[in-house]
């Protein structure tokens, strides 16, 4: 059993915008930080966003800036990465994470012990 989940990939042409999300399972008793990666073929997996455990603080990697909006629902045990003006570049497996320890937001793999297993993002040019 998946304790974290992912929904909402698929193709999409550049320019759209497309929303991802992330369910926790119940097994998972503390959520603190939560995050977003990706990892493309021969590549290794790379931050995109993160966000606190009450949502109040949020880090982003430089190039989804301004294009990509993590946001959470604690009640929900959800998080979801809404991006917009979709870029060929973006394309890749998008992966939930999320800790039980207390870390705050975090772009650091090593600080997420929980990982879904990952969803396909594909921008079209």
């Known amino acids: 059993q998946e304790q974290l989940v992912e929904s909402g990939g698929g193709l999409v042409q550049a320019g759209a915008s497309l929303n991802l999300s992330c369910v926790a399972d119940k097994s998972i008793l503390v959520l603190h930080a939560m995050g977003w990666f990706r990892q493309s073929p021969g590549k290794e997996r790379e931050f995109v966003a993160s966000?606190?455990?009450?949502?109040?603080?949020?880090e982003y990697e430089d190039s989804v800036k301004g294009r990509f909006t993590i946001s959470r629902d604690n009640r929900r045990r959800m998080m979801f990465l809404r991006m917009g003006s979709l870029k060929p570049e973006d394309t890749s497996v998008y992966y939930c994470?999320?800790?039980?320890?207390?870390?705050?937001?975090?772009?650091?793999?090593?600080?997420?012990?929980?990982w879904g297993q990952g969803i396909q993002v594909t921008v079209s040019s």
């Open positions: 966000i606190s455990s009450t949502g109040d603080m949020a």
């Open positions: 994470a999320a800790t039980g320890r207390q870390v705050s937001s975090s772009p650091s793999k090593k600080d997420y012990e929980y």
